[in-house]
């Protein structure tokens, strides 16, 4: 299942995503066919941080959308939980479509 969230360029986006497990895993967020968030339409704001309490382990990932994808149907950007060879990965996508901003 995909999740959607409408933004306007030059909003803030926090991108969460939360894994199980004794150990944290290698956390990853990136566009489709990419290594990373696609820079035409997105810009870091704050580094990948990983925090864990127990057994749950956080990513929490900022960026900001700094051009409109809409004309595109969005961007599906995906969150990879790596823990490593003999557990897998596990992924969850998210649609983040990003407006023009016509009040301003």
């Known amino acids: 299942k995909q999740w959607y969230q409408r933004r306007v360029r030059g ?3 926090t991108l969460t995503c939360v894994a199980v497990g004794e150990s944290a895993p290698t ?3 990136f566009s489709k066919d990419k290594s990373s968030l696609d820079e035409t ?3 870091e704001v704050e580094a990948l941080a990983v925090s864990s309490d127990g057994t749950t382990h ?4 900022v960026t900001k959308a700094i ?3 809409v004309l595109r149907n969005g961007e599906v950007i995906t969150c990879e939980a790596d823990y ?5 990965t596990s992924t969850k996508d998210l649609t983040v479509t990003t407006y023009y901003d016509c009040s301003s």
Do not use: E, M
């Not at 956080?58 to 990932?61: M, Q």
């Not at 490593?84 to 897998?88: F, R």
């Open 27 to 29: 956390f990853k967020f």
């Open 41 to 43: 339409f997105f810009q």
């Open 84 to 88: 490593g060879i003999s557990l897998g």
């Open 58 to 61: 956080t990513a929490k990932y």
């Open 67 to 69: 051009a409109p994808n």
């Open 11 to 13: 909003d803030t986006i």
